[in-house]
């Protein structure tokens, strides 16, 4: 029989329901035209984890603003122009009464030279070595263009809102522009969105409340939040407590939990991670049981899970509200509906090292080969379970050369 906790509908503040206890995490699926527009394949794709009987599909990050992308194949939403293609996506999502929800997103730094030289962030802050050679030295934002992005948070949300979307989720983690602002390292501003630790929220709070203002009550708003950046000198532990605490009085409907960023991947790829943690599988349960000590907004962790019995166990400790689930739908999306069914499943997620240091502990193949999964199910093929090795890593480098020169003569 399948477990009873993971089948629970969850009911979030705003009396939006979840069916069950699934929800697939954020990825970036890089399906957009070059020109930042949303695409068919999408549409396939998220009616493929539907059919999976996720309760909850978050979308991979959708930019505010089309000038400023992180990667080949980001969609960009400013307007309604694509408005048939949105309708299109959001209803693929919801076709097993699933909730579909759309992440929003700024890059600020952490844009590619190669598509974007001329980068902003709070400070003007450049990337520790290694990544210095790949990411500009940014521009430090002016009060007026800090207004006009919280502004494109809010104009995107009504905009996924009238779409059909569900909800929204602010991408406030692993080194974007709201994570840039959270961060002492990134943000040595001197003004009301610089310094102490409740002058550093402040953007990520006006952009919530922008939201609220620019749809219903009805249209969930969550965000996804580290749980500290793992550097010298970052967000820590206790100012992620802080701000989900100060998130939670505003009325959030949803916190999401990770950790990490470009410079410090270790704890988003699931590695240096101790014996104890892989015990529970989810990598940031701790910290998540330290938030439900002060908060009950519903919570979901994402990071680690890959068996029916520790989702199970995670649901029931009450650390968590929500099994995040990123990498296993990514090469198994039907993996909730067969845990679901009573299948005592266990994701076929193995780690990807090609051998090359400086790939392996940037994790770029991690990402990347996983990304390409998702490009496979949005041409309605088949995910691969496993790579191959040397041969995926010359389809990956092929596939971001490719993509990162044609976008940036489009740029």
Known sequence: MPDTTLNQPLTLPNGSVIPNRFAKSAMSEALGTLDRR????????????????????????????????????????EDDRDMALLREWAAAGKVRGNQHWMQLNHPGKQSPKMINPNTVAPSAIPFRAPLNRMFATPRALTD?????????????????????????????????????????????????????????????????????????PDFSIGIKLNSADFQRGGFTEEESLAVIETLADLGIDLVEISGGNYESPA????????????????????????????????????????????????????????????????????????????????SQVKPIKVGIKAIDRMALMEVSWYARQLARMGQGKAPRQHDRGFLSLLEVLAVMTGRGVRTRLRA
Do not use: C
């Open 144 to 216: 007026a263009e800090i207004r006009d992005i919280i502004a494109r948070f809010a104009r995107s949300a009504a905009l996924a809102r009238e779409a059909g979307f569900d909800g929204v989720q602010i991408h406030g983690a692993h080194g974007y522009l709201v994570s840039q602002f959270l961060s002492p390292h990134h943000n040595q501003r001197d003004d009301q969105w610089g310094g102490s630790a409740e002058h550093r929220m402040r953007f990520v709070v006006e952009i919530y409340k922008a939201m609220r203002a620019a749809t219903a």
């Open 267 to 346: 704890m988003a790829t699931g590695a240096s991670v101790k014996q104890s943690t892989l015990e529970r599988e989810a990598y940031f349960l701790t910290f998540a049981e330290k938030v439900r000590e002060r908060v009950s907004t519903p919570l979901m962790v994402t990071g680690g899970f890959r068996s029916a019995g520790g989702m199970a166990a995670a649901l029931a400790s009450g650390a968590t509200d929500l099994i995040g689930l990123a990498r296993p739908l990514a090469i198994e999306p039907d993996l909730s509906r067969r845990i679901l069914a009573g299948e005592p499943a266990v």
């Open 38 to 77: 949303p695409t068919r394949a999408l549409a396939r794709l998220y009616r493929t984890w539907a059919e999976g009987e996720t309760g909850l599909l978050i979308t991979g990050n959708v930019m505010v603003d089309r000038t400023q992308i992180g990667e080949p194949g980001n969609v960009a939403l």
